[in-house]
């Protein structure tokens, strides 16, 4: 286990799209975060039933999603490309099934290679089906076993890197997000999953080693992108969700503890913390991801992207052609721009970086965690903290500090309901334990453990 105890990227100057402290170099040549952003295409197939009659149907419909989408960035000049697979549910039951849309996908991407020199690599995304059983089984059985299977048999045949988006912990996350409970939402990010992100990605690694592949990342898609999206239905508040992005950094940087190096999954919008803290690249989604969802970081996400990402877009018919098609097409425009700026020097991209930050942060305090400077802070809190309890308060505190800041001094505009929560989350903080024995024994008994296998995250003996 690496431990983080300063950060990689110190001043927000120096936090930039398409620059990491430690670029990455896939299989077929490609780097990431050596100087360049690159596009991320993620697809996915039209609403249908996948199982063993309808495969047939499933691999024609991959197969003209990857000749189109490498198609179009042959004539567009794309010089790099990563292509995620995020494997539908009985992909990953079924590792044969999953299998057998990897080779495609790996098939005719060494074709373009081969043919037009497009370097590409493939991240394979297997879906945690641990969640499917209730309550789930963290540890052992048959759903983690095919999940694992699905990582080793895509890694020995090429897949370039592994990612997941693991939902250890949201067991009690889901209930303590739609109660606006802090300390639930303390206990699921900063005790429950980390211990089960150590478990899972012990073994990701161990994976990625010995198969040549590369262990890219984990998101917490499943709880601030929960609460985002919450959030934006005016269902929760939007301060409470902001707190929640910055504590889920605490989370998610289990996956680098355990060896992994990036670029982290698109869909975790944390990664801007975590890369401050690691100097790994990054994936990131935002204004490109509104075909998979709606959110309010539409151009502060991409302040220190690595890669830029649509998130995922079905293969159904749009008048400019296939909706796969078309978000290639945007994420190549994109990525010109931002390379563009690049080019220029750091002075120019620093401005488009603000440019693309400082309106968005003005707007939602979503936004203003995801800033440069912010991140930054909440990075360094994080790294300062005795351990992943503690961090975690930090993080919500130094988050809080600054929402509060920023719209004392009219730079952050927030609703009338949303500023009676800086006084709620303060004591809720103030509240808290010191110790995270202390914190255990305050919060455990107050969940549903019906929900899950205490046994399963060390919380109580078999």
């Known amino acids: 286990m690496r431990t983080f105890t300063k950060l990689a990227i110190g001043n927000p100057d120096d936090l930039l799209f398409g620059r990491a402290v430690h670029p990455i170099r896939t299989r077929s040549g ?30 024609e419909q991959y197969r003209q999603m990857i000749a189109a989408v490498l198609r179009r960035a042959v004539e567009l000049d794309v010089r790099g490309l990563v292509v995620e697979l995020e494997t539908l549910p009985p ?37 945690d089906t641990r969640e499917m059983e209730r309550p789930p089984r963290m540890r052992s059985g048959a759903l983690l076993d095919g999940m694992l299977e699905l990582f080793e048999r895509g890694a020995e045949a ?73 959030a934006e239905q ?39 913390i975590l890369k401050a803290i690691t100097g790994c690249p990054m994936a990131m989604e935002g204004r490109m991801a509104a ?43 994109d990525c010109r721009m931002f390379n563009r700026a690049l080019e220029d020097g750091p002075e120019a991209a620093r401005l488009l970086r603000d440019w693309m930050a400082e309106p968005d942060a003005a707007l939602d305090p979503q936004a203003l965690v995801l800033t440069p400077a912010c991140a930054v802070a909440i990075a360094e809190s994080i790294v300062s903290a005795a351990n992943r309890y503690q961090a975690g308060l930090a993080a919500a505190r130094t988050a809080l ?37 202390d914190f255990i024994e305050l919060v455990l008994p107050t969940l549903d453990q019906s929900k899950f296998r205490a046994v399963d995250y060390a919380l109580t003996k078999e």
């Open 401 to 437: 500090d600054w929402i509060r800041a920023a719209h004392r001094e009219n730079r952050l505009r927030l609703a009338p309901n949303e500023a009676p929560w800086l006084g709620i989350l303060q004591r809720a903080i103030e509240d808290s334990p010191d110790e995270e024995a």
């Open 291 to 333: 075909c998979a969802h709606l959110s309010p970081v539409g151009n502060v996400a991409a302040a220190a992207a690595d890669t830029w990402s649509n998130e995922s877009v079905q293969n159904v018919k749009l008048l400019g052609g296939m909706a796969p098609v078309v978000s290639l097409e945007q994420l190549a425009y």
């Open 234 to 272: 005016r269902m929760i508040p939007r301060v409470f969700a902001a707190v929640v992005r910055a504590v889920s950094a605490v989370r998610s940087l289990v996956a680098y503890e355990c060896g992994a190096v990036g670029p982290g999954k698109d869909c975790a919008y944390e990664n801007v």
């Open 91 to 127: 992909m990953t039951e079924n590792p044969d099934w999953g299998m057998e849309v990897v080779g495609i996908l790996l098939e005719a991407m060494r074709e373009a290679q081969a043919r037009h020199g497009l370097a590409s690599a493939l991240r394979l995304t297997p879906n």
């Open 30 to 59: 490609l780097e990431i975060g050596a100087g360049s952003v690159v596009p991320e295409i993620n697809f996915t197939l039209p609403t249908m039933f996948v199982d063993g009659q309808t495969m047939p149907e499933v691999r």
């Open 158 to 230: 090429g897949a370039d890197l592994l990612s997941i988006e693991s939902v250890g912990g949201k067991e009690v996350c889901d209930d303590a997000l739609t109660m606006g409970d802090l300390h639930g939402v303390l206990f699921a990010l900063c005790v429950m999953a980390p211990r089960d992100m150590e478990f899972l990605w012990s073994r990701i690694c161990a994976i990625a080693d010995a198969q040549g592949a590369i262990a890219a990342g984990d998101t917490a898609c499943g709880f601030a992108n929960t609460a985002m999206v919450l």
